[in-house]
């Protein structure tokens, strides 16, 4: 049975009773931030309460882990977007405890999608052979700390990125919301 209909007729009666008009606001981060995060469930509400932020209070880029694979992928362009054109002025990379990307067994996931997904085992050898190492793309880390700091470390090395502009990290508790600061990143103006 699919969630779709379901999901429709809330969103019907949502529009109708014009209870969208709460959450009006414009494209440009009221706070000037832009927020990577984990995509995981628990932080969906808990997280911009727990700091304070509010629906236009920041973008908000959701990834597995927070933790940015490539330094010319979609993440790392929608933080660029946000920086260069949506006015945010400071980057958090928010990673939590408990994190499913801790200890990812990539051959593990391999195996499922090969026995759960279908996917010819040839097509694995294949984007192997093409340079598409699933240890890489897959990548995890053994702690959440060293995830949020391989993330910081990507953006403020990126070329495209503004020397000056801060890139701050934080591990968050997904049960009470207590943040932990690894780096604040403010320097002099270069």
């Known amino acids: 049975m699919s969630i779709v209909p379901g999901l429709l007729e809330f969103n019907k009666k949502f529009v109708e009773e014009k209870q969208y008009e709460a959450y009006l606001t414009d494209k440009f981060p009221e706070k000037k931030i832009v927020v ?4 995981d469930t628990r932080l969906v509400e808990l997280l911009p309460k727990a700091m304070n932020l509010r629906n236009g209070d920041a973008k908000f880029i959701k990834n597995a882990g927070a933790v940015l694979t490539q330094p010319f ?3 790392m362009r929608s933080i660029l ?3 260069y054109e949506l006015k945010a002025q400071e980057v958090l990379v928010i990673g939590h405890h408990g994190c499913g990307m801790t200890n990812l067994d990539t051959q593990g996931l391999v195996d499922k999608f090969i026995n759960i997904g279908g996917v010819d085992p040839l097509v694995i050898e294949t984007l192997e052979n093409s340079g598409i190492h699933m240890d890489k793309f897959l990548r995890g880390f053994s702690n959440p700390e060293e995830g949020v700091m391989h993330s910081v470390k990507m953006i403020r090395n990126h070329p495209l990125f503004p020397k000056a502009t801060p890139v701050h990290g934080f591990i968050i508790s997904p049960e009470t919301g207590e943040l932990e600061l690894l780096v604040e990143d403010y320097r002099e103006e270069e």
Request: some cysteine; hydrophobic content about 60%.
């Open 73 to 75: 992928g979609s993440a």
């Open 81 to 83: 977007v946000a920086i």
């Open 36 to 39: 990577l995060t984990c995509m």
